[in-house]
């Protein structure tokens, strides 16, 4: 893990990325943050999929742009999934 310049930890992914969460709340928040210098001239094109049973099932559960090098944070209500682990991917 690393931190930002305002003492956020972060993840660096590339063009693939992943994370295994345990669900304990039906909503979970997802920041991003695309710190590109270059990002109003590169957009950055995020999809975040829900992954269930090892890879078995994969679930597109957003496709968004990220157009600013600030964080923004996605919440996202999936109560189905509460006690169990999921895997957020994004490509």
Known sequence: ???SIDGK???????????P???IKPVIEIPL???????????VKV???????????????D???LTQNNWKTLE??????INKKIIIQDN
């Open 1 to 3: 893990m690393e931190k």
């Open 9 to 19: 930890e972060f993840k660096w992914t590339r063009r693939y990325g992943g994370l």
């Open 21 to 23: 969460i345990k669900m």
């Open 33 to 43: 943050l695309a710190s590109h210098s270059d990002i109003q001239a590169h957009s």
């Open 47 to 61: 999809e975040i999929y829900l992954l269930k049973d090892f890879f078995k099932t994969k679930k597109l559960t």
């Open 63 to 65: 496709e968004i742009v």
């Open 76 to 81: 996202y209500y999936i109560p189905e999934e």
